[in-house]
């Protein structure tokens, strides 16, 4: 029997990210890019996204990063 898939329970935390500023708007936006390209058929994945895009700042706070201007920061 194979242990691995009892090492994290479903409802545990498996991994903390911290991001920049330019950092978490690229990941929101593959994200939300990805999300929306998911057909009816794939619902189980359009489920896990929509979660974890549920846990990042919102569509305004993330649209009103600079990308540019965080990248120049660097």
Known sequence: M??????????????????????LKVTWTALKTFFDDLG???????????????????EHDVRAIDLNRELRRR
Do not use: C, F, N, W
């Not at 194979?2 to 950092?23: F, K, N, S, V």
């Not at 009816?40 to 919102?58: F, M, Q, T, W, Y």
């Open 2 to 23: 194979d242990d691995a898939h009892d090492l994290i329970g479903p409802d545990e935390i498996a991994y903390r990210l911290e991001l920049t500023p330019a950092q």
């Open 40 to 58: 009816h058929e794939e619902h189980d994945v359009r489920s896990v996204v929509h979660d974890v895009l549920a846990k990042l700042p919102g």
